[in-house]
């Protein structure tokens, strides 16, 4: 009978990763990078990026390293960072943040920056992470269809002038040429929203704060559905797409 229990046990911690060795063996090969930034309550480690090499010589942050997860989940002080990922670690340029790797991390609530050397950010890297800021780089080239899924407290984003690929307008995400607007951050103040002269098509619009959208000549094509408050439309005059009743 205690045999019996015994191994009920023993599957259950194998299970819940209660076993020295077990839980976090896939971890093993992973480096850490110390995020001295982050203010951590007494007696809790800080926390720690996890990372590795990639195909084209550079660094790719592959996530919050699970060793950390009494630091990030307890022990960091609520709001205490604005957090900048590194722009070289081992004398390597960060290039990538990876797939999820950053998903659902509640220490990141201000600004997150992206460095300069960062060219691809990969599908749900911010996923549920609750910043209220993400500052893109000049360097970005990539960027995942659902990379921006689900950062429910957006207020911002910000780019610098020269990006090719991406740009902002009053912290609203856009391609380089200012004519896609790809994504509306979900947490932006203001009741109304002026669409910019010379956007053709809008990617991505979703807001419980706005109840206007002013829509101008130029746009031809996109989706309002996700603006649950929406209660009024502006068409500017020569629009051949939309019409009001």
């Known amino acids: 009978m205690r045999k019996r229990i015994w191994a009920t046990v023993l599957a259950l911690c194998l299970v819940l990763g209660l076993v020295p060795g077990t839980a976090w063996a896939d971890y093993d090969s992973w480096k850490e990078y110390d995020l001295g930034q982050v203010k951590c309550k007494e007696g809790y480690e800080t926390a720690y990026l ?31 960072l604005d957090l900048t990922i590194p722009d070289s670690i081992d004398g390597k340029p960060v290039t990538c943040i990876g797939h999820d790797a950053l998903h659902d991390c509640p220490w990141a609530t201000n600004v997150l920056k992206i460095p300069d ?81 010379g956007v053709t098509h809008v990617e991505k619009l979703d807001s419980e704060n706005i109840t206007k959208i002013m829509i101008p000549e130029s746009l031809e094509s996109g989706d309002f559905s996700s603006v649950i408050n929406l209660t009024e439309f502006t068409v500017e005059e020569g629009n051949k797409t939309f019409f009001l009743s």
């Open 50 to 80: 996890s990372y590795e090499e990639n195909e084209q010589g550079g660094i790719t942050i592959t996530s919050v390293h699970p060793q950390s997860i009494g630091a990030v989940m307890l022990g960091t002080v609520p709001g205490s």
């Open 117 to 197: 050397t960062v060219t691809t950010i990969g599908e749900g890297a911010f996923t549920y992470c609750p910043i209220s800021g993400l500052i893109l780089p000049a360097s970005l080239t990539t960027l995942d269809d659902y990379a921006l899924h689900g950062i429910n407290e957006l207020q911002m984003y910000e780019i610098p002038e020269g990006n090719p690929n991406f740009s902002s307008i009053d912290g609203v995400l856009f391609n380089g040429d200012k004519t896609h607007l790809i994504d509306y951050p979900v947490a932006r103040l203001g009741s109304s929203y002026q669409i910019p002269d």
